[in-house]
C-alpha cells in the first residue's frame, strides 16, 4: 500500500525556522510535492522534487533523498500567515502524463509570537 | 489569475440522494481529478480523466460514483446514492501536460462540501 507519513503538529515562533518531515513508502515513485491548505480550504501547490537535492522557492525550500524515501519542507522567516497545513505528496503514476497525487497526513503549523 | 471554480459550495442532502457536484477547470488544461477530504483528515484521491475518459481511479471510487464533462468547460461528479460517510469536503482539480508543465502541481478548487444527514 501507499504511506507518506509526517508529524502531526508542529509548533514554532514568528521569525524562526521550522522543517517538516516527510517519510514515505509507496508502489511508484516520480516525485515529491508540497502543499499548503488554510484552514480546510483549497490546498496550493508551493514544491516540487523530482530529483534528490534542495529546491528554493523564496522562504520556502524543499529536499529530498530517494534512497531514503525522505523529503522535507523548510520554511524561513516565519510569520503569522504561514499557520496552515502542509501536506507532501508523491506523485506515483505516470499514466497518461497526469498528476495523480497521493497526499500525507499532513502537518498542522503553528506559529506563534 | 485563471482558477479551479467549485459549485455548490456547500450542499446537505439526504442519504440514499443523488448528488451532481460541478467544477469549471483552468481553461488550457487537460487533466481533471476529483479529490475528497474528510473532516480533519488527508486529501485521497478519487478519480483522474483525461481525453473524455476516466485515466486512473481509486478503490473509493466504487460505483455509486461517476464523471462526466458535458460540454467544453463543466467537469462534474456524481453520487448516485449518498451514504453518511460520504460526508466530506470534495475538490476538483486541474492539471496542465506534463511535458513543458510545472511536475507535481495541481491546481484545486475551493471545494464542495457535502454533508449527508
Known amino acids: 500500500g501507499q504511506s507518506l507519513e509526517q508529524p502531526s503538529e508542529v509548533t514554532a515562533v514568528e521569525g524562526a525556522i521550522v522543517q517538516i518531515n516527510c517519510t514515505y513508502q509507496?508502489?511508484?515513485?516520480?516525485?515529491l510535492s508540497w502543499y499548503q491548505q488554510h484552514d480546510g480550504g483549497a490546498p496550493t501547490f508551493l514544491s516540487y522534487?523530482?530529483?534528490?537535492g534542495l529546491e528554493e522557492t523564496g522562504r520556502f525550500s524543499s529536499f529530498l533523498s530517494r534512497s531514503d524515501s525522505y523529503g522535507y519542507l523548510l520554511l524561513q522567516e516565519l510569520q503569522m500567515k504561514d499557520s496552515a497545513s502542509y501536506f507532501c505528496?508523491?506523485?506515483?503514476?505516470?499514466?497518461?502524463?497526469?498528476?495523480?497525487?497521493?497526499f500525507g497526513t499532513g502537518t498542522q503549523l503553528k506559529v506563534e509570537l | 489569475e485563471p482558477e479551479v471554480t467549485q459549485t455548490p459550495s456547500h450542499q446537505v442532502t439526504q442519504m440514499g440522494q443523488e448528488v451532481i457536484l460541478r467544477c469549471v477547470p483552468i481553461?488550457?488544461?487537460?487533466?481533471f481529478y476529483w479529490y475528497r477530504q474528510i473532516l480533519g483528515q488527508k486529501v485521497e484521491f478519487l478519480v483522474s480523466?483525461?481525453?473524455?475518459?476516466?485515466?486512473?481511479k481509486s478503490e473509493i471510487f466504487d460505483d455509486q460514483f461517476s464523471v462526466e464533462r458535458p460540454d467544453g468547460s463543466n467537469f462534474t461528479l456524481k453520487i448516485r446514492s449518498t451514504k453518511l460517510e460520504d460526508s466530506a469536503m470534495y475538490f476538483c482539480?486541474?492539471?496542465?501536460?506534463?511535458?513543458?508543465?510545472?511536475?507535481?502541481?495541481?491546481?484545486f478548487g475551493e471545494g464542495s462540501r457535502l454533508t449527508v444527514l
Open positions: 482539480a486541474s492539471s496542465r501536460r506534463d511535458r513543458g508543465g510545472l511536475g507535481g502541481e495541481l491546481f
Open positions: 509507496t508502489s511508484g515513485f516520480y516525485g
Open positions: 522534487n523530482a530529483l534528490d
Open positions: 505528496a508523491v506523485r506515483d503514476t505516470l499514466t497518461g502524463g497526469g498528476n495523480k497525487l497521493t
Open positions: 481553461s488550457n488544461h487537460l487533466y
Open positions: 480523466f483525461y481525453n473524455n475518459e476516466i485515466s486512473e
